[in-house]
């Protein structure tokens, strides 16, 4: 009912005048209170606003394609509108005083404009805040290699790679070279110099951003999102001449991180991709983000794949099914697999039982460790 308290006045007033910036304002401003990750504009329904994972619709009169129209027309600049035209789609980032920066993810529906809009983080949250485990912030001091953030979309996978450009920032006298679509979050300089070069703003895309990336003498290089061979390719090169570098791939777990790098090239490369990745590759850190047992937000199941001598033995002799088990047995060289974690939150009280089970890789495992049936299989 709060929610719907906060936002009904200004429904009301986007009916009557059109959406507009300062009713968007007051619309992300209830957002912020409510602690919402994301909001919501479709044609034909109110408002709505993710809120502990879940979508909250809110009372009130509908959004028309007028109003919608509205919003697009004063959001998207002219290069934004081009590339609107020509795919169809287009993603940005804005900041709104008292609002903070917010991502606006922009598609067609019947030949209207929608909006998908991410809340940014306004602050950088220590790793106990986000419930990362330790090894991440020691991953940050490195000084060279690869290390991965995978995991499905809207599980802090940004939000991640984020407080670990804001540790080496803290710790290090190094530049930070961050390619992003779009920036989330902006740096200020501290110990580091921070360079953030938003694709279709400062750069025309990942690929041709990195081709050049290394002429700016960085030491980290951060890359939004590897997305395609090439930015995969020009990423293992970097971090096998002494660059760290830090990205996110759309992928479940360490295991499928893995074979999704070997899929990406054609048979031809497949040995000399296999041989730069097992030489290379630091960790990965794989993410889910999973409704808390009390109701009251969600917390973060994080698996860690470290590469030591033995990973890096399995990449080479291409035996990526065995990294689960190096996983499993790899707990003094600080390495977890998801069921490992999901067991543990579980036992802490912190998750159900129905989410550790729907969640793992392997239900037997929780089942014989709790001493309790597989809801799955009933």
Not at 175 to 186: L, Q, R, T
Request: hydrophobic share 40%; proline share 4%; net charge negative.
């Amino acid at each position: 009912m709060a929610v719907r308290a906060v936002v009904g006045s200004v429904l009301a007033a986007v009916t009557k005048r059109g959406t507009s910036m300062w009713t968007l304002e007051r619309i992300l401003k209830g957002a912020r209170t409510h602690h919402a990750s994301d909001v919501h504009l479709v044609r034909g329904i109110a408002p709505a606003l993710r809120i502990n994972g879940e979508i909250r619709p809110i009372e009130g009169p509908a959004l028309d394609a007028e109003d919608l129209q509205a919003l697009f027309d004063s959001l998207l600049n002219d290069k934004l509108k081009q590339q609107f035209e020509d795919e169809w789609q287009a993603c940005f980032s804005r900041h709104m005083p008292g609002v903070g920066r917010f991502r606006i993810s922009v598609y067609l529906r019947a030949g209207c404009p929608e909006f998908s809009i991410r809340l940014c983080e306004t602050v950088i949250r220590t790793a106990e805040e986000l419930g990362l485990p330790a090894v991440i912030e020691e991953l940050t001091r490195l000084p060279g290699g690869l290390i991965l953030v995978t995991g499905p979309t809207g599980q802090g996978k940004t939000t991640t790679l984020n407080f670990m450009v804001n540790a080496i920032n803290e710790d290090r006298r190094a530049k930070i070279v961050a390619i992003e679509d779009p920036v989330e979050f902006a740096h200020e300089n501290q110990r580091s110099i921070v360079i953030q070069e938003e694709v279709l703003s400062d750069v025309r895309s990942f690929r041709s951003a990195l081709r050049h990336v290394l002429r700016q003498d960085p030491d980290v290089i951060v890359i939004g999102e590897m997305r395609d061979l090439e930015t995969i390719e020009t990423a293992l090169m970097a971090a096998e001449t002494g660059h760290l570098v830090i990205a996110t791939l759309h992928t479940p777990d360490a295991v499928q991180t893995v074979q999704r790098i070997f899929s990406v090239f054609p048979a031809e490369q497949q040995n000399s991709i296999i041989t730069q990745l097992a030489n290379s590759l630091q960790a990965i850190i794989a993410q889910k983000l999973l409704p808390r047992a009390s109701g009251q937000g969600r917390v973060l199941a994080c698996e860690v794949c470290i590469a030591t001598h033995a990973i890096r033995n399995r990449i080479r002799e291409q035996e990526v099914h065995m990294l689960y088990t190096d996983m499993q047995t790899g707990r003094k060289m600080k390495m977890q697999t998801m069921d490992q974690v999901l067991l543990e939150l579980y036992q802490r009280g912190e998750i159900t039982y129905d989410v550790a089970i729907s969640n793992a890789r392997e239900a037997g495992f929780i089942r014989h460790k709790t001493g309790e049936p597989d809801l799955r299989a009933s």
